[in-house]
């Protein structure tokens, strides 16, 4: 990716985060209330911007800051795409595969 282009993209990332975690605060909302799915809407933004940021910094993708970012994004999905029990497959990024 050119040079330019990543840095402007990874400030517009920074710009988007302030906003995003900035909604975050100011949703009153609590679980069970009528705007917690809109709350669970920005912090899954929230994580993508995250995702974002790791896939733009300099140097190889770091594996933990990765499978942090998806499990976090699979998590809040989870309630979204009911059936899928991807809070099951977010746990598998941190189970150990079986040597055997």
Do not use: C
């Amino acid at each position: 990716m050119d040079e330019v282009i990543r840095q402007e993209l990874f400030a517009l990332s920074r710009t988007a985060h302030s906003l995003t975690e900035a909604a975050y605060q100011q949703a009153p909302s609590k679980r069970g209330d009528l705007g917690w799915p809109d709350k669970q809407r920005i912090l899954l933004a929230d994580m993508a911007l995250h995702l974002l940021q790791t896939s733009l910094k300099e140097g190889d993708i770091s594996e933990e800051d990765l499978k942090r970012n998806l499990y976090s994004i699979l998590t809040i999905s989870d309630q979204f795409v009911p059936g899928h029990d991807l809070k099951t497959l977010a746990g598998e990024l941190y189970s150990v595969p079986d040597a055997g």
